[in-house]
């Protein structure tokens, strides 16, 4: 499914004049304009989530807001749904995505990354009473997912029953209220969103994954914005500034 819309957006916007690559300079304009546009969806605590003060906090803004800094211009928090993200990079509405985006072969064909910047890997949580108890009764059961994630697209590839949803706290309510058998999610953001909320969830222990890398997405094209990212994002991980925000936002390295 993520191919497919991938594909219809890139012939959609080819029909109608759209420049798909960046544009040659986009580090200098930023530069010059001394602001830097991120976006993220703002419903996947705690890498990046809506506070009491309505604003956009968590690991990804923060770390995103230190890249900016090191590149020497503010950095503009953008929330937008998930499944659109790569659409509103590739039509020049943000200049990057730090949303905790996993790192894959078919985003890699339509977007460049930095990073990756953390790891995780694929989960699927269930009540301890539930009677979903091995990864493999997971072809009987019925999963939460986010909307445009690669969990989604795992789960349609397996012919896996599914219900989507905007976003981490939308899964975790679903499954408390019994509404389906179980979520599929990033193993880190799930286990602390769920001890957070205090939910009794565990995790099927069989299910046989890969650790993942998750980066910044930018244009193609662009080689100075994409370079100097990553100079970025090195810096702040050799000189303790990583684990200062991995500390606060999650408590512990997820290098």
């Not at 803004?61 to 503010?74: F, Q």
């Not at 995505?97 to 989960?123: C, H, L, N, Q």
């Not at 299910?207 to 080689?223: F, M, Q, T, W």
Request: charged share 25%.
């Amino acid at each position: 499914m993520f191919k497919k819309i991938l594909s219809a957006f890139v012939v959609a916007a080819t029909a109608v004049g759209v420049t798909l690559p960046a544009q040659a300079g986009d580090l200098a304009r930023i530069k010059e304009e001394g602001v830097m546009k991120i976006a993220m969806s703002g419903a996947y605590p705690p890498f990046n989530f809506v506070n009491e003060q309505n604003e956009v906090v968590g690991f990804d803004p923060a770390l995103g807001i230190e890249i900016g800094k090191r590149l020497g211009v503010k950095v503009e928090v953008v929330t937008t749904a998930w499944d659109g993200i790569i659409g509103g990079l590739l039509t020049n509405k943000y200049d990057a995505i730090v949303g905790s985006m996993s790192i894959t072969e078919d985003r890699a064909k339509v977007v460049d990354f930095v990073g990756p910047y953390y790891s995780s890997r694929r989960a699927v949580f269930t009540k301890p009473d539930s009677d979903l108890k091995s990864a493999s009764q997971l072809k009987d059961a019925k999963l939460a997912v986010t909307l445009g994630e690669t969990h989604e697209k795992w789960a349609l590839d397996r012919g896996y029953e599914i219900r989507t949803y905007k976003g981490l706290p939308e899964l975790l309510l679903e499954l408390e209220n019994g509404r389906v058998d179980g979520l599929v999610n990033d193993y880190i953001a799930a286990h602390l969103a769920i001890k957070a909320k205090g939910y009794n969830f565990v995790v099927l222990e069989d299910l046989e994954v890969e650790p993942s890398g998750h980066g910044i997405a930018i244009r193609k094209g662009n080689e100075d914005l994409r370079d100097a990212m990553q100079a970025a994002l090195e810096e702040i991980m050799k000189d303790g500034t990583y684990m200062e925000i991995a500390n606060k936002w999650i408590g512990f390295d997820i290098r």
